[in-house]
Nanobody
Framework: QVQLVESGGGLVQTGGSLRLSCVYSGNIFTINSTSWHRQAPGKQRELVALIDSVNSAVYADSVTGRFTVSRENAKNTVYLQMNSLQADDTAVYYC????????????WGQGTQVTVSS
């Protein structure tokens, strides 16, 4: 089992920045990649960014150039730096972890709310 705990969400004005953190624990050596997803009201959950075990990163087109995903292995933490936030970025953001033997996330955090006011 792997546990994920997100933090860092909040209310920010358009154009502002936030940094989300995801601390993971448990059987972390089974994890191949960690990702951030978001779900806005009335919409499906979508992938925002992913970072794998060799620090290769992938981003959704909508956040490329504005968001940066990174990891700090010594702290078992993955970050999502979000800059130039827009109203469309308002959502609950979830951290997820994908084991080596799966193609999709198996473990999810509880989510953290990000609200961007215009």
């Amino acid at each position: 089992q792997v546990q994920l705990v997100e933090s860092g969400g909040g209310l920010v004005q358009t154009g502002g920045s936030l940094r989300l953190s995801c601390v993971y624990s448990g059987n972390i050596f089974t994890i191949n990649s960690t990702s951030w997803h978001r779900q806005a009201p009335g919409k499906q959950r979508e992938l925002v960014a992913l970072i794998d075990s060799v620090n290769s990163a992938v981003y959704a087109d909508s956040v490329t150039g504005r968001f940066t995903v990174s990891r700090e292995n010594a702290k078992n933490t993955v970050y999502l730096q979000m800059n130039s936030l827009q109203a469309d970025d308002t959502a609950v953001y979830y951290c997820a972890a994908t084991p080596w033997f799966r193609r999709e996330p198996q473990y999810w955090g509880q989510g953290t709310q990000v609200t961007v006011s215009s």
